[in-house]
């Protein structure tokens, strides 16, 4: 084992003759050769079984043993044509075996592609799982998404997105509500080499390290990410080397040596669970088969593959454990032969199985994580109330109610927030619950996920929606999916304070309502008073899926209303009659309900029916529906931009059902095609707002 030189002083002596090459080769080496040269160090495993019994290496020698013979397995029916897609493991399985058996069994790992060790080291069915693979009704996700794709709570497992990297953030959430919890447990999450170049990635380890979360980092160094060699993927001599930049431990062992693997993280999550705090641990192993079968190996160089197949992580243990006498050729008969029937026993089960009918009401029904809304109103007290001071004042009165919401943001602690709304909150709920975060969006947000599979509520504020794109793929990825892909509810309200009329420029002024209106698994409200801007946020942060609450920032401090003392709910998806009006419709939610209202001063003969939608996912169709009826003509006017804006899903949508109840065109009026501007000029001529008036009047010429 190799620990972080710079933050342990320790280097070990291959390490050290390795660095003197590299200074003698002055760093050029290509990343093949740095592998090559690795392995003429150190091609001799040396196996320590330290204090161990036989029963310990023995369990150890199944475990490693079972994922190789069913990923061999998996080989020969890929062959065959009978199943679809393989990504080997094969020569990197004693990491997954190694820090599985390593852990407690209700500390959570979330593996990555290639750990179909993690799985198999839960003792997962192997029913349901090879019908995961095969996309049957018994897997895990009910065919909706493929092969290591999914977690199961009962098993501790979170699996990967394709993404690979948004799994550190969602690590982090799960090591923070441990926590939070007082619950003494480590969390492992799994990356591949070419995976540590992500965004994602440099993200979590950062909050893990300035949150002492205790996760272990894992990095299975196998030389290569797709095609791409290690050369081409990082600059670093060692990842331990890395923790140096993150201020802390950096670990750097045999991947390939499964006792090194068990005995290393066995001390360290005990260590981990006293004193908590994140640790990168590098692996360093080898890819023995291409990226995923189909792809091959082409690329790697013939004697690589050569020399690493001698540091086969089974044969080599095999060996060693038949040296020390601890089993003999007949007990590795004798397990091959039980794991072999397992095997062709539980294939043969999924094989009779077919794949889901598909049924589009349940599909759609599994979106969204059940729940029933139950309203609840407040009669008592009322006071005047700014937007901002509803929007605190939810956010607090929520804070009170569920003990498990925890509230992330940057500068949200002791300074309040950019926009004050979390101001005095640390002194009422401590630090632990109001977390200031680093500039870390991506992460924060999947560590809103992490908190929900451990049962927790998460609200997260963006300083300024415009910075969501640092989150988005957390969002519209992960947050999103989670539930219809394997049941895993997301919990988190992400706080967006929106929208133009400060002549803030293209960065701190967008309206991106609509860049998430078009995702399945979210819910978007958007409330335009005060008194919808609490009730529809305490909503929110009770419903358990993931809500975007977007709040307009011109709105803050420039409207007050009286609004119940007490803590209530308004239904999500309900929109509200602002204005009641035979003329026109005018849909509309956010600023635009303002701007609707001072329009119609100035057209006094006009009767206006103004909905404001206040949800925009779901919308409510039977309010839209309703007011078309009334007044056969509509104008549709959002604050955002008009192509591809909520105006025109709701546009096509009373086209497709109301068409009969029309007698004009429906009609939207949305800012420019174009970002938005900084100058008050440019930016008043952007937004909609001076078009509204000419938009009614032709529409009621009709
Ligand atoms: C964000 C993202 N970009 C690209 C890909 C395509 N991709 C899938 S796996 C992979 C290589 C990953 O390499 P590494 O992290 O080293 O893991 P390994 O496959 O070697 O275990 C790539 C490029 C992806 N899944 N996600």
Partial sequence: MTRSCLSQGILSDWQESLSNFYVANDFTLSGSEHLKTRLTLRHIMKFNRKRYSDTVLRDLYEALLLPRMIEEKMLILLRQNKISKWFSGIGQEAIAVGITQALEPDEYILPMHRNLGVFTGRKMPFSRLFAQWQGTMQGYTKGRDRSFHFGSNEHHIVGMISHLGPQNGVADGIALASRLKGERKVTVVFNGDGGTSEGDF?????????????????????????????????????????GIGYGIEGISIDGNNVLEVYDTVKHLAESMREKNRPVLLECRTFRMRGHEEASGTKYVPKDLMEMWAKK????????????????????????KKKFKKEIEDALAAAFTESHPAADSATEINDVYSPFTQKVKDASGERLEKRFIDAISDGLRQSMER?????????????????????????????????????????????????????????????????????????????????HWRWGQNADVVVRMPTGAGTAAGPFHSQSNEAWFFHTPGLKIVYPSSPFDAKGLLCAAIEDPNPVLYFEHKLLYRSIREMI?????????????????????????????VHWASET??????????????????????????????????????????MTGGIGAEISAWIN??????????????????????????????????ARLKAAIENVMKF
């Fill in 564 to 592: 119940p003392a007490d803590y209530y709910t308004i239904e999500i998806g309900k929109a509200k009659r602002i204005h009641q009006g035979a003329d026109v419709s005018i849909i509309t939610y956010g600023m635009g």
């Fill in 202 to 242: 440099h993200e979590a380890v950062n909050v893990a390290a300035v949150w002492d979360l205790p996760v272990i980092f894992v990095i299975e160094n196998n030389g290569y990410g797709l095609s791409t060699p290690s050369s081409e993927q990082f600059r670093c001599e060692s990842f331990a080397d890395k």
């Fill in 600 to 641: 119609l001063k100035e057209l006094p003969s006009i009767g206006a029916d103004v909905i404001d939608l206040r949800t925009l996912l779901p919308w409510d169709k039977e309010m839209i529906e309703e007011t078309v009826r009334k007044t056969s003509r509509v104008i549709i006017l959002h604050e955002d931009s």
């Fill in 312 to 335: 086969d992580p089974l044969e080599n243990y095999e060996q060693y454990l038949i040296k020390e006498k601890v089993i003999d050729p007949q007990y590795v008969e004798k397990a």
């Fill in 402 to 482: 569920y003990d498990n919401l925890v509230l992330m943001g940057q500068d949200i602690a002791e300074y309040g927030g950019v926009f004050k709304i979390t101001e005095g909150f640390v002194e009422k709920f401590g630090k632990a619950r109001v977390r200031n975060t680093p500039i870390c969006e991506s992460a924060i947000v999947g560590a809103g996920l992490g908190l929900s599979v451990k049962g927790m509520k998460a609200m997260v504020e963006m300083q300024f929606a415009d910075f969501v794109t640092e989150g988005f793929n957390q969002i519209v990825n992960n947050l999103a999916k989670s």
């Fill in 656 to 689: 497709e059902h109301c068409f009969k109840y029309l007698d004009a065109p429906v009609t939207r009026v949305a800012a420019l095609d174009t970002p938005i501007p900084f100058a008050p000029t440019l930016e008043q001529n952007f937004l909609p707002r």
